[in-house]
């Protein structure tokens, strides 16, 4: 066999370097299979009726597109400011009342079906197809948000925003054609009183031909859906065939041609014998009949079906413990580490996704509840979606509780600091929740001076401790 690093200049300039065998018909151009293999378009994006069959009819779709909004969503956030105690009840009461939550987690869950959804701020008073001036916006005018798919919008993909930003050549307006009630009461939103979401991001070219939306998460995985479901059922049709029994009648054939009484007599001799055959029945044959079983085994299926769950599996990036409720194969594998690197995912996704536009519904729902806009250096930070343990946050209490007293000890920080610094982790560990503002205001807000040599009270030894130092008693 020859083997040969081929570097092959073609027309255009194009280079093509692979390990290529012509004469064993290795390699991709060589004259094989694998070199006929190409990828296929198969836009199931645009097929709405066919997404929602999958969506109703496959739990495997419906976990693809739910479990990560689902767990994006519910958590909540932890605020980080100078807000009073009661101004922070009224801003989480208000998220809680408006349904803030449930209505961000089906913006999420139709992004990721459809490739593309939007969230309407609605704005009591205020016209949709102006630009919104949050400025404006005064006590209760702030209903909540409307969840919208892309096939509830016509987007004005010729009348796009030209300024500068994050929404740069996306359409400026949202023509709703289909909503919850009249479409005449929301003819045309403006790109700022809404939340856009799309499944997976497009190249420029490809987002054209998608009127600008995304990618459903479903077609990425349509081909290994397919392939397991193909097998699922494949395993289940088998079942029916795990047992076969073969009965060799002499001159069946003239009897089925004859029909009338021979033929109702052998219906009869099958009947009874399926209805008392046991592992104590006795099966009656004639001297010429035959009868005889074959039984299958199924080994080998289980694992092909976790292989295509598997691929499923990593091209969601959702783990085997998540998406189908079963801990991966090894000895101690409990699927913890699989789901930490699945939360950490999402952290992610929820700085990219939510952050920004949480940023925006909190200054709308601060205006709308508090009357006011939310106070300068104001921070919010997602709550951990892996839940601790009892034991756990015991331990965390205990570290941060040790690090804070050593800090205040050593003049580092303040009494007032070391309050608050106390407070703060109480968000994870539960313990210190009861200090209040004015206990942090009422503390000292200077660190405590370091105690000198000079400072320190001299210390003598008597005569009875310096004879127990001699050795005497």
């Known amino acids: 066999m020859t083997k040969r690093r081929s570097t092959i200049k073609a027309k255009g300039n194009a280079t093509f370097d692979s390990f290529q065998n012509f004469q064993a018909g290795l390699g991709i151009g060589a004259s094989n299979q694998s070199s006929n293999s190409t990828y296929g378009f198969n836009p199931i994006t645009r097929m709405r009726i066919q997404l929602e069959w999958m969506y109703r009819g496959s739990w495997l779709v419906g976990m693809a597109v739910d479990a990560p909004a689902e767990d994006m969503t519910r958590a909540g956030i932890d605020f980080n400011s100078t807000l009073t105690p009661d101004e922070n009840d009224a801003l989480h009461a208000a998220i809680e009342d408006l349904q803030i939550w449930q209505s961000l987690t089906k913006v999420l869950k139709w992004s990721r079906l459809y490739g593309g ?103 990425r995985i349509y081909d290994r859906l397919v392939s397991y479901d193909s097998t699922s059922t494949g395993a289940a049709q088998l079942v029916y065939k795990a047992h076969l029994r073969v009965m060799k009648i002499e001159g069946l054939r003239d009897i089925i041609a004859a029909g009338g009484p021979a033929m109702a007599g052998v219906q009869a001799q099958i009947d009874n014998m ?139 920080i303040s009494q007032a600091t070391a309050l608050k610094e106390l407070r703060q982790s109480s968000a994870l560990t539960g313990v210190f929740t009861n200090i209040t503002d004015e206990d942090i205001k009422d503390a000292d807000d200077m660190p405590p001076k370091a105690e000198s040599e000079a400072d320190k009270p001299e210390q003598f030894i008597t005569p009875k401790e310096l004879g127990g130092m001699n050795g005497e008693v």
């Open 117 to 219: 959804a939007l969230g309407y701020i609605m704005i009591d008073g205020q016209d949709p197809s102006t630009p919104l001036d949050i400025d404006t916006i005064g006590e209760g005018q702030f209903k909540g948000i409307m969840p919208l798919d892309r096939w509830m919008v016509q987007p004005s993909v010729s009348d796009v925003v030209d300024e500068l930003g994050h929404y740069y050549g996306l359409p400026k307006f949202y023509s709703v054609v289909q909503a919850p009630v009249s479409v005449s009461k929301y003819p045309k939103i403006h790109y700022s009183r809404v939340i856009r979401m799309t499944g997976i991001d497009l190249p420029f070219n490809q987002a054209q031909t998608e009127n600008m939306w995304g990618e459903s998460v479903v077609e």
């Open 274 to 412: 399926r209805k008392t055959q046991s592992n104590e029945g006795i099966t009656l044959l004639d001297s010429t009949d035959e009868f005889d079983t074959q039984q299958y085994s199924f080994s080998g299926l289980s694992d092909m079906m976790l292989q295509f769950g598997q691929q499923i599996s990593g091209a969601l990036q959702i783990p085997l413990i998540r998406l189908f409720g079963q801990s991966p194969g090894g000895l101690n594998s409990s699927g913890e580490s699989d789901l930490r690197t699945y939360y950490d995912g999402l952290a992610k996704q929820q700085n990219i996704q939510l952050r920004a536009p949480l940023t925006k519904i909190l200054d709308i729902t601060a205006r709308s509840v508090l009357g006011d806009k939310l106070p300068k250096g104001f921070r919010f930070s997602f709550n951990p979606l892996w839940l601790v343990t009892e034991k756990e946050k015991s331990d965390i209490a205990g570290v941060d509780a040790d690090t804070v007293i050593k800090a205040f000890e050593s003049s580092i």
